[in-house]
């Protein structure tokens, strides 16, 4: 005890220092940077899992519908009726319905090569019965009678299949098949399905759709750019992949994946995640040869042990240092106004001794208090524009669905043609909805996505809806959040136009006023009584309280949407009311505050 009272001040405060926190903080920063990067590790696997899931998902579902396509085209009464006529009889006997059958069917060809843009590059169908001219889309099956596949297809009885040709069985079935293997991808992926009449059970031929399998397993190959991180698709029934081989010995990786309960399987110093598809024998494998130890270290549960540490330190070194210096007093009392300020402020730094290095690292920590309540700033501000782009997706595979669904209805009155019209003019909605991820959008641009919605509408109500627009040329290029226009417009037409036959008149309005501008949207439609309207304008409040009433129809997804991204971005200011009469119409009006710090904070969306 004697010794260290006849030590100085500053090997006092070093001594404790050492023994009390130095000593503790390193030991325990070690343990948790171990311990932390072995979670961080883990977390980071977990979420490659559900991104090559969802990868996995969408090539599933593309090939599902390239399937359906194709059995929907094998299975069509057109084709089967020209086939077994061509089966039982000469054609040239028949020429004006022939060619008019023939036509439908190319047609139909065409579509599916078109539809979705899913990667089918051709389409063929192969007949046993002798033709007379090859082409328009017809070929004679004995050019497929040597080829392993076909064989393969042949044996197996099946009624469809996938096969994955090499560059080897690419070129064979090309120059079979009168493809040049120049002019192509040097591997395809076939789709092939048998042309039965229902009657017999007859085959009437088989028909082809060639894909290229770097559109089709686009979504995993686009997944990661690293050269580290390599996917590979494996087709197990014929022992083919695609894409780098992760490892010299498939079988042993995959007798590994399907013994494990787990999609993680580690061989020869890589981490392999194997995720097979769900409706094909296909598995697509994403490696990962990093090890865990070079992963860095999550600073958050690290910092929040320093800092209690590091509170420690100033406690007890300041108990300390105002028990031997009473001089201190005065600094201290200065630290408190300047904390009481907001750290603005600075200590003079006039002394050289001890209490004067303590000055100095204050200052610096005051700095440093000033950087982090910057950095805290930034990182909620960038927190909010990530829930609103969250809230703002919610819309888009809501309005695809029900597109979609007009579609198909149309489709189901008017045939296959129409429907690769329709698809044309929904392209336009599809690309202002998917290809640009920008928050915002002028007026002008949000305007012109409402014209398209009704045009695509339209198809489905026979040029039913009217739509009228009064907005001021000077309103057109202000800035709003995307898709504020789009829900609205569809609950006026799905929820306002019930009776058969009757026709809907929307009009759309835009002023400014002082501090805000608003936007009107009524329309003369069936309207809402009191209770709907009351459990609506609640519901679009608050949802966790309110259920869905026995007679409501659909979730109004898209004004609860539109409120919270309104309150989330624009603040309490902003408001969204409705005002509805049975038989008499809806009106939503919508309120924006004008914030002279809005302009220019983010690119706007226009085409």
């Known amino acids: 005890m004697k010794l260290f009272s006849n030590m100085t001040m500053v090997h006092k405060i070093c001594l404790l220092s050492l023994v009390c926190l130095t000593i503790p903080s390193l030991l325990c920063s070690f343990y948790l940077y171990h311990r932390q990067a072995d979670e961080f590790y883990s977390q980071l696997i977990h979420e490659q899992l559900t991104a090559v899931e969802q990868s996995v998902n969408n090539v599933d579902t593309t090939l599902s519908s390239i399937s359906q396509l194709v059995m929907d085209l094998a299975y069509s009464e057109s084709l089967t009726n020209y086939l077994s006529r061509m089966h039982r009889t000469d054609l040239l006997r028949y020429p004006v319905w022939s060619e008019k059958i023939l036509n439908d069917i190319i047609a139909s060809i065409r579509y599916s090569l078109k539809y979705r843009n899913l990667g089918i590059n051709s389409a063929s169908i192969y007949v046993p019965s002798p033709l007379p001219l090859e082409g328009n889309y017809l070929w004679q099956m004995n050019r497929l009678e040597d080829l392993a596949f076909f064989q393969d297809f042949v044996d197996s009885n099946a009624g469809n299949g996938l096969y994955f040709l090499d560059q080897e069985e690419t070129e064979a079935f090309r120059s079979v098949c009168g493809y040049p293997a120049a002019t192509a991808e040097p591997e395809i992926l076939l789709l092939i399905c048998r042309i039965e009449k229902n009657a017999a059970g007859d085959c009437l031929g088989y028909i082809l759709f060639e894909c290229s399998p770097r559109q089709i397993f686009s979504p995993l190959f686009t997944l990661y750019r690293s050269q580290e991180q390599s996917p590979y698709v494996w087709f197990p029934g014929s022992g083919k992949g695609y894409g780098k081989c992760p490892t010299n010995d498939m079988e042993k990786l995959i007798s590994l994946a399907q013994q494990s309960n787990t999609p993680y399987v580690d061989l020869e110093g890589q981490h392999h995640i194997c995720v097979p598809l769900e409706h094909?024998?296909?598995?697509?494998?994403?490696?990962?040869?990093?090890?865990?130890?070079?992963?860095?270290?999550?600073?958050?549960?690290?910092?929040?042990?320093?800092?209690?540490?590091?509170?420690?330190?100033?406690?007890?070194?300041?108990?300390?240092?105002?028990?031997?210096?009473?001089?201190?007093?005065?600094?201290?009392?200065?630290?408190?106004?300047?904390?009481?300020?907001?750290?603005?402020?600075?200590?003079?730094?006039?002394?050289?001794?001890?209490?004067?290095?303590?000055?100095?690292?204050?200052?610096?920590?005051?700095?440093?208090?000033?950087?982090?309540?910057?950095?805290?700033?930034?990182?909620?501000?960038?927190?909010?524009?990530?829930?609103?782009?969250?809230?703002?997706?919610?819309?888009?595979?809501?309005?695809?669905?029900?597109?979609?669904?007009?579609?198909?209805?149309?489709?189901?009155?008017?045939?296959?043609?129409?429907?690769?019209?329709?698809?044309?003019?929904?392209?336009?909605?599809?690309?202002?909805?998917?290809?640009?991820?920008?928050?915002?959008?002028?007026?002008?641009?949000?305007?012109?996505?409402?014209?398209?919605?009704?045009?695509?509408?339209?198809?489905?109500?026979?040029?039913?809806?009217?739509?009228?627009?009064?907005?001021?040329?000077?309103?057109?290029?202000?800035?709003?959040?995307?898709?504020?226009?789009?829900?609205?417009?569809e609950n006026a037409i799905l929820h306002g136009l019930l009776r058969p036959g009757a026709s809907l008149h929307i009009r759309l309005a835009v002023w400014q006023d002082e501090n805000s501008v608003t936007i009107q949207i009524s329309d003369d439609g069936e309207g809402m009584n009191p209770s709907r309207l009351e459990w609506v304008r609640e519901y679009m409040a608050d949802p966790s309280e309110n259920g869905q009433p026995p007679s409501a129809k659909g979730t109004f997804i898209g004004l609860k949407n539109i409120y919270k991204r309104l309150k989330l971005f624009y603040g309490e200011r902003a408001s969204l009311s409705i005002l509805s009469m049975e038989h008499h119409g809806t009106t939503v009006t919508l309120l924006i505050p004008t914030h002279p710090e809005q302009k220019g904070r983010e690119e706007c969306i226009t085409y």
Do not use: C, W
Not at 289 to 307: N, T
Not at 341 to 348: D, Q, T
Not at 385 to 408: E, G, V, W
């Open 280 to 489: 094909f024998a296909i598995m697509a494998i994403q490696t990962n040869p990093v090890p865990s130890s070079v992963y860095p270290l999550p600073a958050l549960g690290l910092s929040l042990i320093l800092a209690s540490f590091a509170l420690l330190q100033f406690v007890v070194l300041t108990l300390f240092i105002r028990r031997s210096f009473e001089q201190l007093h005065q600094d201290l009392n200065l630290m408190d106004a300047i904390i009481a300020h907001g750290f603005l402020e600075r200590i003079p730094e006039t002394r050289t001794d001890e209490i004067g290095m303590i000055v100095h690292r204050y200052n610096i920590l005051l700095e440093k208090i000033s950087s982090l309540i910057s950095e805290n700033v930034l990182r909620e501000t960038a927190q909010t524009q990530a829930q609103l782009k969250a809230l703002q997706y919610q819309i888009n595979p809501h309005f695809i669905y029900n597109t979609l669904n007009i579609f198909s209805g149309y489709a189901a009155q008017n045939g296959q043609n129409t429907l690769a019209e329709s698809i044309a003019s929904f392209g336009q909605l599809l690309r202002y909805t998917i290809k640009n991820d920008s928050v915002y959008a002028t007026m002008e641009t949000e305007l012109r996505n409402a014209i398209s919605l009704i045009n695509v509408y339209n198809i489905r109500y026979f040029d039913q809806l009217h739509l009228s627009l009064d907005v001021p040329e000077e309103l057109k290029g202000f800035s709003i959040i995307k898709f504020l226009l789009q829900p609205i417009l």
